[in-house]
């Protein structure tokens, strides 16, 4: 199956806000509509509103039909996305940590 | 394997990294305070790191560049906010222009190391943030990623095509 590429760009903007890193794991259940997830924050209706619109041009989050309602839906294959740059970031610190032991391993030869 | 503990929140975009050696605190703090040593494992293999400047003292300042296959090479720098031998460092991680200047449009991405005594030696802790996940990407594609040969599945792969077209 050919998936399109997250857009990157959109998705950096996106998740760089903390209300929308928050909305993002709420939605994770896919069971608030945005006016209950409005009632999580302090500011308005209509700002939360344009949170999830950004969300939801990141394609970070979809809405969805739920019986009569609409919640809002995180898009897990999106914040996989994420996930797999921090697996990458992991695997730099590996490498260090290896390397790391291997210096460690040198001066206590030198030592002997 | 060193490495005990990996913890990644992809929402709040940390990863904090636990390891243990067979050595002393005060052994493994040298690996962050001799920039000899510094330069021996900080940048992978294929972009070795070069340390000029490097105080490791708080407010202290640390300048380095790696240096790619291709001549390449990208500038870094640190300041540090703490520095508590042979426990406890943390430090923001930027990029430099070439002109050796920091360059306050590349994020920056801020670590925080834990050296703790233990019965076979030491544990060490680092907890990395990044104030956006652009700021993991640009440092992924700043060419200090590695071992990405090793990453399998559909993700990756697309995640890998979107970086070589970023580039």
Redesign the interface.
Known sequence: MQ?A??D??R???A??DATR??I??RAIDGEEGVAELAGHYSMSFAAVQKHVAILERAGLVTKERSGRRKVVRTNL?A???????????????????????E??AE??EADR | MTVTAVRKDPQNLTMTVTAEFDASPARVWQLWADPRQLERWWGPPTYPATFTEHDLTPGGYAAYHMTGPEGDQPKGWWQIVEADEPHHLSFRDGFRNDDGTKNPDMPENIFDVTIETIDSGSRMTIESRFPTLEALEQLLAMGMEEGLTQAVGQIDAILASDTVAAR
């Open positions: 998936v590429p997250p990157f760009d998705l950096f903007g998740l760089a890193r928050d993002v794991r294959y914040l996989l996305a994420a996930r797999g740059l921090l697996d990458r970031y992991e695997e730099m610190w590996r490498g260090r940590f290896d390397r790391m032991t210096l460690i001066t206590k």
